[in-house]
């Protein structure tokens, strides 16, 4: 039985994030150069929200660029921004077709002009889409936007909008770039590393975990339902015992 047909549609997480990494592995095994690899998962990008929309999750987030990724060889910066130019103005298109909304995090205006510029253009042409949130981390880190956030409070302190004593979770989340949407049930993360690389720290404090070996560009719709099915089968206990559990749907 194909995994999409084990997937309980009442179960289905609202929000899945995703560490799309192997790109580099996958174009070396193949003896070609990495943004080789980089262009061929665009294909699974395209696979994997296409896969969230049609089963109904509302919220994908993917990790396509992160603060420590400026630290990689000039030229492959250059050939992934480019990249990046080109993919979203080309998917716009489809994300209409399907009804998706796109959405950044990060620290946007470090990124070139022309990115910057063709990211907004495709958030505000999709910007009435209500099938899914479609999220991009660029220039992304978890530190990055919790300093943001320190900062901001902070702020509002010194100018009394608010006092100490109202700084709880709630306004702590409010004020991450991520506020609009549910904290995500399950991260995945292929390519066989098991770090979360300055991801989503906050948002994923309960998360569950599901990494793969396969290398992004081989990531399939299979794959994703897969890692759903796997996601469902798990029991989120938040703390409290597995007897608890089980009385409280009773
Ligand atoms: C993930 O693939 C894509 C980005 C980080 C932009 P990598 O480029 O990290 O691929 P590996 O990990 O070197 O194989
Ligand atoms: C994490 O992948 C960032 C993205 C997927 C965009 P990396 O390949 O950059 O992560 P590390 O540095 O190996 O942990
Ligand atoms: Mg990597």
Redesign the pocket.
Known sequence: MPYKDKISKEKLPAHIAII???????AKSKGKF?IF??KN?VKAVREVSEACAEIGVKNLTLY???TE?WNRPQAEVNA?MELLVKTISSETKTLMKNNIRLNAIGDLKSLPKSCLTELNEAMEKTASNNRMNLILALSYSAKWDIIKSVKSIAQKVKSEKISINDINEELFTSELSTHKWPHPELLIRT?GEHRISNFLLWELAYSEFYFTST??PDFTKEDLYKAIVDYQNRERRFGKTSEQLTKDEN
Do not use: C, E, P
């Not at 799309?20 to 996958?26: A, E, V």
């Open positions: 799309m990494d192997g790109n580099g592995r996958w990495r690899g980089h998962g396509a660029f992160s990724n992934l390519s290398l992004w």
